[in-house]
């Protein structure tokens, strides 16, 4: 068989690439590669193809961290009233008609979609291809597809709903697609044993699973003599499971700072022990992410105030400074007050770690989804663009634009004061 499988342009205020790939999509790649068929593979939104002019091109950092191809467009009716500029990162509808028709007709086609407020590009990407390869089946797998499958049912187009069934040692990152990449992807624990009321973790990954964790580190090496590229990115929700037991084991195959490792998810204080900071001081983890939420309104058992002081102390003790200790927290939570914010940014300033503020956006078929709904003064259940984090001031009674000014303001003046990250 031949495949397609394709990376879909994104619509949004803002989208940056802190080490973005999609994971599930290269799963399938791979195995169908595996299976002997032919794959192609269309990064509509990263891919260098998906430049055209009067594009803002990407920009590059350290670490494989960049931005899309952008351009401005006019924003959807819905979110006029958001004083903001939206954009197209990645290819414009043209230029996604102009690849697509380039190509050879494929037998099946797979879409990856992302958040559930990007839908809309992908609704065009598919009209797309329905227009130019006609009665070739497409398959949308990923969060939109899982989490709104409604929103992408229709003639032709079939939702993989969680898992394609592939085999178990399919990892992803043992494909040749995997050498355009300047990072390496790395999974080792699927799932996550905390079910927090905010998080659809456990809807896609109902089960802990342990990948075949030799293999990711081979996979990596394997990648790095190809590339000579040295940033690897963990996929997982609970990296640290079991005190990093799977991690202290994916890096015994590695040599200690050969590699940079990085943490987007956010990883859980509560598994932190002096061995663990030890190994990880070992190895080159630039800046730790963990998750913490906020102090007082909790949502989840994954850790407290107790806990993510004495878990500081220890990074601490291990050599880590206050920028390489940053910490997630969320506002905008139902229930929660913009004081209660402002306080657990104080927090852990105090103690030494740097807070990152997170806006709440509405997962569906979460806890909280439902909480948020009855106080939400949008109506992101009839609209899914109304989920998105951006215009979380426009949906809280409690945090709203003035109130998140004031946080952001707070946060900007005590960045000024700390040495700068890279
Ligand atoms: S700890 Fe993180 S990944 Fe796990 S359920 Fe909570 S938010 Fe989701």
Request: net charge negative; hydrophobic share 35%.
């Amino acid at each position: 068989m031949k495949i397609l499988a394709i990376n879909p342009p994104v619509e949004d205020f803002t989208a940056y690439n802190l080490w973005a790939m999609p994971l599930g999509l290269f799963r399938v790649m791979e195995h169908h590669q595996k299976a002997g068929d032919t794959v192609e593979y269309l990064d509509l939104l990263d891919g260098e193809y998906c430049g055209y002019a009067g594009a803002q091109p990407p920009q590059y950092r350290s670490w494989g961290r960049h931005s899309y191809w952008k351009k401005e467009i006019p924003k959807p009716d819905e979110l006029r009233f958001v004083p903001r500029k939206y954009n197209r990162f990645g290819a414009t509808d043209e230029r996604v008609l102009e690849l697509v028709s380039s190509l050879e007709r494929p037998d099946l086609i797979f879409i990856s979609t992302g958040m559930t407020y990007w839908y809309r590009p992908v609704l065009k990407l598919i009209e797309i291809l329905k227009k130019v390869f006609p009665a070739v089946p497409v398959k949308a797998g990923g969060i939109s597809a899982t989490l709104l499958p409604d929103l992408f049912i229709m003639d032709g187009v079939e939702v993989i709903k969680g898992k394609y069934d592939i085999n178990k040692d399919v990892t992803g990152t043992d494909s040749s697609f995997i050498n355009a990449l300047k990072f390496f992807p790395v999974n080792l624990v699927e799932g996550c044993p905390n079910r927090c009321a905010y998080c659809s973790s456990s809807v896609f990954n109902p089960q802990i699973r342990i990948m075949d964790i030799k293999k990711q580190a081979q996979s990596l090496e394997k990648w790095h003599s190809v590339t000579g590229c040295n940033d690897a990115a963990f996929y997982d929700d609970a990296l640290f499971l079991d005190s990093g037991r799977y991690l202290k084991e994916f890096l015994s195959f590695l040599e200690p700072g050969k590699y940079r490792f990085h943490t987007p998810n956010g990883v859980h204080l509560k598994e932190l022990d002096e061995e663990l900071c030890r190994v990880l001081r070992e190895h080159d983890f630039p800046q730790l992410r963990f998750g913490f939420e906020t102090a007082f309104t909790r949502y989840d058992s994954k850790t407290d105030i107790d806990q993510l002081k004495e878990k500081v102390e220890m990074l601490k003790r291990a050599g880590f400074t206050s920028e390489q200790t940053g910490v997630y927290l969320l506002c905008g939570l139902p229930g929660q007050t913009v004081e209660e914010v402002d306080k657990t940014i104080e927090i852990v300033a105090e103690i030494g770690a740097r807070p990152y503020l997170s806006e709440f956006s509405p997962v569906p078929g979460t806890a909280l989804y439902e909480l948020h709904r009855t106080e939400s003064l949008l109506d992101f259940h009839s609209e899914p663009l109304y989920q998105n984090n951006t215009v979380s001031a426009w949906r809280s009674p409690v945090f709203n634009s003035a109130a998140m000014s004031g946080l952001k303001l707070k946060l900007a003046g005590m960045y000024s004061k700390m040495p700068r990250v890279s």
